[in-house]
């Protein structure tokens, strides 16, 4: 039983097209994210959401999209993709609304190329 | 805003050697602290936490101990393994943001 998982692992396109990647967690928690893993191995959050409302947008290009049909899913669209946006990105879920703790449980990646 | 700051890697080892991986970290508050690891082609997995001072976290021989007056959350394991090749990453979360703020990540390589 997997508990995030992400679909497709591995996607190459060309420049210009959209695509998007799907998250699922079966965990029953309430907080979904997107990181961006880069070619040098550095994380960093592109989104948020909790109970499917949006909570973290970080400076992301607008082409990048997340949606949550409910607070088990967690879908990233990237339109008019570019080189740049070559990266492995990551799906984490966590439960909790306040204080620090906050441990997250992470998908196995989706390997993105952009030629 | 929130930082965190690891060791440069590669660091290569040789089995049974003893493993310190540094972490520093900036933030506002009172944050909790993780290590996760990340092993070739695979997605992260944590290996331990801290959610406050003088906390020590610990998993499968690996240690690190909440240190506020250091603001230090640095991994250590005694004996490590062929296995233990990976790369590690330090993260925090604090109490108004709920994403984690990762460190650049160490790749630990260890030789037989």
């Known amino acids: 039983d997997t508990a995030v998982s992400q679909t497709p692992k591995y996607l190459v396109t060309q420049m210009g097209n959209d695509k998007s990647i799907k998250c699922e967690q079966n965990?029953?928690?309430?907080?979904m994210y997107w990181y961006k893993q880069d070619s040098k191995k550095f994380l960093k959050i592109m989104f948020s959401?909790?109970?499917?409302?949006?909570?973290i947008n970080e400076t992301v290009p607008n082409r990048f999209s997340p949606k949550s049909p409910d607070k088990a899913h967690l879908n990233l669209h990237i339109n008019s993709l570019e080189l740049g946006d070559s990266a492995v990105y990551f799906c984490?879920?966590?439960?909790?609304?306040?204080?620090?703790?906050?441990?997250?449980?992470f998908g196995p990646g989706t390997r993105l190329t952009v030629l | 805003g929130n930082s965190v700051t690891q060791m440069e890697g590669p660091v290569t080892l040789s089995e049974e050697a003893f493993l310190t991986i540094n972490c520093t970290y900036t933030?506002?508050?009172?944050?909790?602290l993780f290590w996760y690891v990340q092993y070739p082609g695979e997605g992260l997995q944590l290996l331990l936490k801290a959610t406050k001072a003088d906390d020590k976290g610990s998993n499968k021989g690996f240690e690190a101990t909440y240190r506020k007056e250091t603001t230090s959350f640095h991994l250590e394991k005694g004996s490590v393994q062929v296995s233990d090749s990976a790369v590690y990453f330090c993260?925090?979360?604090?109490?108004?943001?709920?994403?984690?703020?990762f460190g650049s990540g160490t790749r630990l390589q260890v030789q037989p």
């Open positions: 984490a879920s966590s439960q909790g609304t306040s204080g620090s703790y906050n441990e997250q449980f």
């Open positions: 965990l029953g928690h309430d907080t």
């Open positions: 993260a925090l979360s604090d109490t108004g943001r709920r994403a984690l703020t």
């Open positions: 959401y909790n109970n499917k409302e949006l909570i």
């Open positions: 933030a506002t508050g009172y944050p909790s």
